[in-house]
C-alpha cells in the first residue's frame, strides 16, 4: 500500500510539520495501525481507507489533528486521487476540505472555545517563563505569555509538563509588529519563513502526554488559537506563526463554532509499505 511523507502548512521541504499518510487497501487493526505511526516517529501518522480518515501519534490514537489532514488531502490533490471538494469521515466529526486554484488548502474544523482557568501549580517553573493568563479548551491548555520574544525563547522542563492535565499546551503571545489591515499577510504567506512575513499571533504546542514533546506546526491547536485571538485583535481572519525550529504559518478564519484553518504542503517522500495488516 502507497505511504507518503508530507511537510504540512509549508510549501518548503524539511519545514513545516511532516506527517506520515498511510492509503489503506482495507481495514487495519488499531494494534496494527499505531505499531505503523510507532515505526514512522512522526507527531501523527494519518490511516485513511475510503473517506475515512484516523490519527496516531507515536503513543496513542487522537480524535483531532490538522496538519495530518492537510497533508492526507494534499496525497490525493497531488497524485489524482481527488479533485474538488473532500469529505473525510473522523472521529472529529465530518472535515471538509477545499483547493484554490493557487493551491492553497483549507480545512473546516470545529472551534474550541477557549474559557479562563487557574494557573496549574509549577506551570510557571515548568515553563520557565511568567504566565500572562491560562484558558482550557476542550482538548487543550493555553498559556499566554507577555511577548512573542518570550515564547521563541521558551525551554520548557518537558518532563514537567507531561504532569499538566491536558492533551497539549498551547503557549501563544501576539506578535510584536501585528499585521493590521486586510489581507493580513501575502497571499503566499505559507511559503515563507515566519521571521519574513507578517503574521498577527505566535504560539508552540507542547504534548508530551500524547508521545509528541514539541509538535513542529499543530492544526487542531489553531482551532481554539483562531477564536481566541479574533476575539482580542478583533479580525476573524489572521495568520499564525508556530515558532518552532522547522517553523510554519496557519491561516486561520473564525465563523463561530467553525474555523478554517489554511495552509500548503510538500511531499517528501514517496514509496510503498511492505507490512499488511
Not at 477545499?98 to 488548502?105: E, H, P, V
Request: charged share 20%.
Amino acid at each position: 500500500m502507497r505511504l507518503f511523507t508530507v511537510d504540512a502548512f509549508t510549501d518548503t521541504a524539511f519545514h513545516g510539520n511532516p506527517a506520515a499518510v498511510c492509503l489503506l487497501e482495507s481495514a487495519a487493526s488499531d494494534t496494527w495501525m499505531q505499531s505503523v505511526a510507532a515505526e514512522m516517529r512522526l507527531s501523527e501518522t494519518a490511516f485513511l481507507l475510503g473517506n475515512s480518515l484516523r490519527w496516531f501519534t507515536p503513543a496513542v490514537e487522537v480524535s483531532l489533528c490538522g496538519h495530518a489532514t492537510l497533508a492526507t488531502a494534499h496525497v490525493l490533490y497531488s497524485t489524482g486521487a481527488a479533485n474538488g471538494e473532500i469529505q473525510f469521515a473522523t472521529k472529529g466529526g465530518i472535515l471538509t476540505v477545499n483547493r484554490s486554484t493557487d493551491g492553497l488548502i483549507s480545512m473546516d474544523f470545529p472551534a474550541k472555545e477557549v474559557t479562563p482557568a487557574t494557573v496549574p501549580d509549577g506551570l510557571e517553573k515548568a515553563l520557565g517563563a511568567a504566565v500572562a493568563g491560562v484558558g482550557r479548551s476542550e482538548l487543550d491548555l493555553l498559556v499566554e505569555l507577555e511577548s512573542e520574544e518570550a515564547v521563541r525563547s521558551l525551554d520548557p522542563d518537558i518532563t514537567a509538563l507531561e504532569t499538566v492535565d491536558a492533551r497539549g499546551i498551547i503557549v501563544t503571545a501576539q506578535a510584536t509588529v501585528p499585521a493590521t489591515g486586510s489581507p493580513a499577510a501575502p497571499a503566499d504567506a505559507t511559503s515563507a519563513a515566519p521571521d519574513t512575513v507578517r503574521y498577527d499571533y505566535v504560539s508552540r504546542f507542547f504534548a508530551p502526554r500524547v508521545g509528541v514533546p514539541e509538535d513542529p506546526v499543530t492544526g487542531s491547536a489553531h482551532c481554539a488559537l483562531a477564536p481566541f485571538w479574533a476575539a482580542r485583535l478583533g479580525r476573524a481572519s489572521l495568520v499564525g506563526a508556530q515558532l518552532s525550529a522547522r517553523g510554519g504559518l496557519v491561516r486561520t478564519t473564525a465563523r463561530g463554532d467553525r474555523v478554517d484553518l489554511a495552509g500548503r504542503a510538500v511531499t517528501v517522500v514517496s514509496g510503498e509499505l511492505l507490512v499488511n495488516p
